[in-house]
């Protein structure tokens, strides 16, 4: 990892500061999908429209829908203020970004916008309806992992992240270059939205896909009891344990039935706004300090 500057601000969007709320996954079996992040992230299921489940627990939920296996058409994020939601509005359609009709039933108001690889990305307020959690007796209810980042994978990754960043207002925070830091082709980008290191990241593939989403937990105790509560389930891990380089964060990762990785991590870095983006090899030990990496590129 090469120093890393303090820089005048690049970007003055008004999407700082934003969080992941949730996600939507589909799947021509969606009742599977239902059943296993119900047992296993402890996500209580309600269904919210027609073949679409709210899952929702403590500080995490997704939404399950009908469609094709792996596909996730969207991301979604919450920003804190209707003012801020003015701005952000103001700021994309300053830049001709075409906005859309809010695509979660979640949100109270807000709108999206269609990413390079035709992602739909949504920002907006939460629908008070939805606040409170529902009273849960799931084993897995009571451990604690908050949605924190979602990844996808993508064959122009130059695009992508230029529509992240530099439209939208992502801040970059790691770059991994393959050859020479900072002339080599990027091969994954990771982009906060407030002090914590990613909330969106991309990795170059051969096509664009979902990559993982994760669950930030308190601490590597945590890391250790969903293991145990996943291991009552004989659910493997898939990766790790290991350390993240881009992030600094402990993690482990498994698959859910449609093969899509889920991941829980700890101890996940912050960062200033100010602060430049950092450059990395891409190499194994980029991606994971303690050993073997996955490696989409
Ligand atoms: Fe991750």
Known sequence: MTA???????????????????????????EALVSFYRDAAG??????????????????????GAGSRGEQPLNVFRVQSKPQLTALRAWLEGRGIPL????TPLFSEGFAVRDPDGRLAAFGLPDPAFDAPPASDLKAGRLPGRLQHVVVATADLTRLIRFYEQELGFVASDHVYDGDKETGPVTASFLRSDPEHHSFAAF?????????HCYETNCWNDIRDWADHLATLDIKLWWGPGRHGPGNNLFFMIEDPDGH???????????????APRAWKHEERTLNYWGQAWMRS
């Not at 170059?204 to 993982?212: G, I, K, L, V």
């Not at 991941?263 to 996940?268: D, N, P």
């Open 43 to 64: 996500l209580v299921p309600r269904e919210v429209g027609a073949s679409l489940w709210l899952m929702e627990g403590a500080q995490r939920r997704i939404l399950i």
């Open 4 to 30: 890393a500057p303090v820089r005048a601000l690049a970007n003055q969007s008004p999407l700082w500061p934003a969080q992941l709320d949730h996600i939507q996954r589909n799947s021509d079996r969606p």
């Open 204 to 212: 170059r593939a051969p096509e664009a896909r979902p990559d993982h």
């Open 261 to 275: 990785k889920v991941e829980w991590s700890a101890e996940l870095e912050t960062l200033p706004r100010d602060l």
């Open 100 to 103: 859309l009709k809010l695509p």
